[in-house]
């Protein structure tokens, strides 16, 4: 079974690589499109050999393939785009999209509609793992990186000064305030 696995994720992660070259992916990021592409695959072979299903198994890589993905995007100072439709290739449920067509020409109506429902369910775990994943904040996936949670971050369009720079406007005396308001009133 490992020998299976490994086999089958090097030839998603080759798949994976090649449709990123076909997508234009700079060349230095094309093996960790791959390497999505592999894991993706990967876990969704272990969770259907487990006994997991394929909709459990899609949407369990598809929260893999979306974490991955951030992570690199933040490691490698590159969009996490690229990384995830590269590793959520390998879970497009393309076969069922056929059987569903097949059917339709073959005036198998029930075939059909049970793929078509296959194919819906299949993309609506990738998508809602997607989303898992997408929800939350940057800042998870910011390995290695200090924390300041004490100062709040500035506002939008908000210039941050050290203190030095920072002008300071003189407050009038109290002498001088009664000497203008003397002055005004004369």
């Known amino acids: ?20 070259v076909v997508f234009n992916a700079p060349k230095k990021e094309l093996v960790y499109c791959g ?31 979306t974490a991955l993905a951030r992570f690199l995007s933040y490691a490698r100072k590159a969009p996490s785009t690229m990384y995830h439709i590269a590793g959520i290739l ?20 029930m075939y059909s509609y049970m793929q078509a429902v ?10 809602i793992g997607s989303i898992i994943v997408l929800a939350l904040p940057y800042s998870v ?8 949670t004490d100062t709040p971050p500035p506002s939008y369009g908000e210039v941050i000064m050290q203190e030095e720079e920072i002008p300071k406007e003189e407050e009038p005396s109290l002498q001088e305030e009664e000497e203008k308001q003397n002055s005004h009133g004369s």
């Open 1 to 20: 079974m490992i020998v299976t696995l490994l086999l089958q994720m090097l030839a998603a992660g080759i798949a994976c690589t090649a449709f990123s």
């Open 35 to 65: 390497i999505c592409g592999g894991v993706g695959w990967g876990v969704m072979f272990l969770i259907n050999r487990g006994g997991g299903g394929a909709v459990v198994g899609t949407l369990c890589s598809a929260i893999a393939v």
């Open 90 to 109: 390998p879970l497009v449920p393309g076969m069922s999209m056929y059987n569903s067509m097949w059917g339709i020409l073959n005036d198998d109506m």
């Open 118 to 127: 296959n194919v819906i369910r299949l993309a609506g775990m990738i998508g």
């Open 141 to 148: 996936f910011e390995i290695g990186k200090p924390r300041v």
